[in-house]
């Protein structure tokens, strides 16, 4: 098998940072425009760097401030190694510790949190001597020096591994900005104003403007203090003690005054959904939440009826998404618009489950029946159009409209979706709750709730395999998908949508066959590792990839499910990954380092942002308020050998203690309504302990551990990929290599008969029968790409194929085809050359080949096949291949994306963590030239694949590094018996969306 090492991987990662008390660490780093500071709520920020060199953004204005000490003749830029360096961030504020020789400069450097596009600094000169500092003798001054950046312009604001950050440094030649000198002496301050005017001078000096720089430093620090100081968390974990200054820093700059962003830097703007809104109520700023919901509830139709029916694909966009169009079951009353405060923008996602999920969140915390009243309409209206759109058939699961940050690329073609399905549970289960305290009839969404959960249980949970499906068909053989991603496992455990031992087996199902991938530093495994979303194949972007705010979300789901040592291990891993082996200390990122596709990319992403400090506060610590019902749940998950730990917000604070075999709490809550405290102890397995305690505002909990219940067992599951390695299942799935004998004892079969189609014709096609009858997302008519890209297209081209085959005596129409590695088909030089096979109305379902012979007993069945599967279709069966004897037996080879069914434009690569397989590659061949190997169109990455979703014409191999040109087939051999005289070969397709093509067969003698 093709091993792709991640880059780096193999060799491991050191640690670029550290954590020292509440900051993060590093040493002469190298790192340059890694750590913004945000300061007020506009997009202006402050990049600093592992050294003192910064630069300004601004969209169409970026800066860059360069420092000089100025000593005798020498002028010294301050990021230069003629210092040692040692720079800490703390929450909102970038410290630099330099040293030479005796002289020590301290700077302190913040954006400010006062007036737009301003920053402040503070530097402190000193001579140290046997351990004191005084102010140095000698002449020592300073120089700023303000210049235009080289660039202003960039594809995501200048964020990381995204952008080339080197355009922040100094363009060159350039005449400055502004620049000033200052005597360095002591205490002194410098100020960049308008980002554009620089002002400085001494602490200890009675000139007036010189006075206002020491008093503005002042209440910039003062007013980051008050902001990072919300949250503060104590452990015995070094680690998690910086996470409090951190989270408020980055939920501060998540904030624009109104509303939640998407991202702090890139992808900064205004967004309904995913997960960012979380972070407002977890840290207590329960006020912006309140106003980012009624912002964005503002934003939803209501005066537009639908009036038009299922279903209404956009023809233009190659029916892969809904027509935008008023009026459209989707686009009308309850559909939660782009912006705030407009209900006028249409955008192509299903925001609306999120943000209700977001805003059920904020009114766990805060139940205040004005609210509840307030956003009652929103609430009735959404369900209402969730029931519309997405269950029209009434079957109580809901299909997925691009409802989840992983949407790019993911369609269910109207299917029953767990993820989906479980949120719509829980909305509907809290809308009950919320009817009954305001005096509305909460019956309906009970009866809903409880259909849901029935059908989910009933359809989607597997038992025998211990977790939901990823989603039933709609259409065709209505089969489960049984390869569930992340998001399937995590969001029925989030919204409660299991049992506690539902939860627990389900987490179980990704220690075993969800990818896992070690944390190398260092040249040597760490404990810590990463997970993939899935492990679905070929890659699209947000189906296969290593993202923190995935990973974030499912160790919240082991906390939740009382897997506490696991949760707490991939957390941690997690936050390790992107604070502190990554570029950026005390980054809350979105793609990590180990993503195949991406490596680490962005800073400080919403998303990510929402569910980590979810992962903290409602996972590790446990703090869940349940206002709706007047509790709140202390379900702590600490790692066994933790003894003591405590966290305080401004909603709710504790300490914890072991004593002996007695857990004790301290709490002091603040909640708008005071709720009952509830400590739940986990006993393992799923199995829990309640200790009650009251709505008091200071109360001291303990529980006796000795009471605890004794945890259940369960039976072990097998993972799905346990025997890929034996030789029995490569033979049994065909991946075996040809034999010597096939050479010379082979008997080619004519299919001429049997041929309905041309292999030029599979992306040339329109497939428009069978489609849901429901306004889904699903495959373009041309049978290639989704719903991002809906006019992908892929040039197949089978001439180079066909020149290859010799002419058969006798016939201009067939030829022999040599593949060079002992064995020969016989295939057409013109005309049509497959029979396929699909469940499109295009071709039959199955087809039956036969197969007329002059022998009775052959080993194997060379079968020269190709046509599409895709990511949606990946791990589970696209279609089988049977050989039927004349006694009515036949065997059957399963043909499964990725093991030995690629699809024909493009070809597998595996690295054998997130893209994996068995580890024989199937033999494939090339259209272009007949070429026949393993591993055939090894290209090297040229560029990232863009997400884009604006429908412009985009064909496989623009950006594509898994693109073959012109397109390529598979060699696959099936066993045969035999004992049995073959009569034909029937090729059924089970999956949707995809087409199986037969070309040739040619069978070996025994």
Known sequence: ML????????????????????????????????????????????????????????????????LYAIIGKERIPLDSAYFDCEARYLGGRRTYFLTHGNLRIDIYAMASFIHDEDAVWRFITSEVRNGRAKTPSGKIHFEAVLTNSRSSKFQRNGDLGVDDLTKFEAAPNAQPVSVISWDARGETYLLLKDNKDLAADKASTSNRVKGELLQRFSDEESMRHSIMSRVEINTPDPLFNTLGSVLMAAADGLWDGKTWQHGCIGWRIPLAGWRGCYVGDAVGWTDRSYRHFQAYARSQVKDVPATLPHPRQDSAMSMARAEKRWGTQMYSNGYICRYPDRNDVMHHYDMNLNYIDGLLWHLSYDADERKLREFWPVLKSHLEWEKRNFDPDGDHLYDAYCCIWASDALYYNGGAVTHSSAYNYRGNLLAARIAEIIGEDGKPYREEAEAILRAMNERLWMKDRGHWAEFQDLMGLKRLHKSAALWTIYTPIDCGACTSEQAYLATKYVDRDIPHIPIVIDGEESNGYTLSTTDWMPYAWSTNNVAHEEVANMALAYFQAGRTDEGFRLLKSDLTDEMLLGKSPGNFGQISFYDRERNEAYRDFGDNLGITSRAIVNGLFGITPDALNGQCVLKPAFPEEWHEASIRTPYLSFSYKREGNRDIYHIEQHFSQPLKIIVRTNAGCGAYMDTEGSAADTQTITVERNLLPKP?????????????????????????????????????????????ANLNDIFRNRYESPRPPYTTLQIPVQGIGEWCHPKTMAEIDDSGLRACATPLQGSDKLGVYDTGKGLSFLIPRQGRNIVFSSLWDNYPDEVSVPISTKSRSYNAAYLMMAGTTNNMQSRIDNALVMAEYEDGSCDTLRLENPINWPTVNEEFIFDGKAFWSAPVMPLRFRLDNGRVGRQINAKELLSVIPSKHDGKEKKIGDNNRYAIDKGAGVILKMPLDSARKIRAIRVKTLSNDIVVGLMAVTLEKL
């Open 3 to 66: 091993i792709l090492a991640l880059p780096g991987v193999m060799a491991g990662r050191k640690y670029q940072y550290r954590p020292e008390g509440r900051e993060i660490v590093c040493l002469n780093g190298e790192n340059r425009y890694t750590r913004a500071l945000y300061g007020t709520h506009g997009p202006f920020r402050l990049e600093t760097s592992d050294r003192p060199v910064f630069a300004t953004f601004k969209k169409g204005e970026c800066r860059n401030l360069r």
């Open 712 to 756: 259940p067992t369960y039976p072990e599951i097998p993972s799905s990929r346990n025997d890929i390695c034996s030789d029995d299942y490569l033979r049994r799935m065909g991946l075996e290599d040809i034999t010597p004998n096939a050479a010379w004892r082979h008997e080619m079969i004519d299919l001429t008969a049997s041929y309905n």
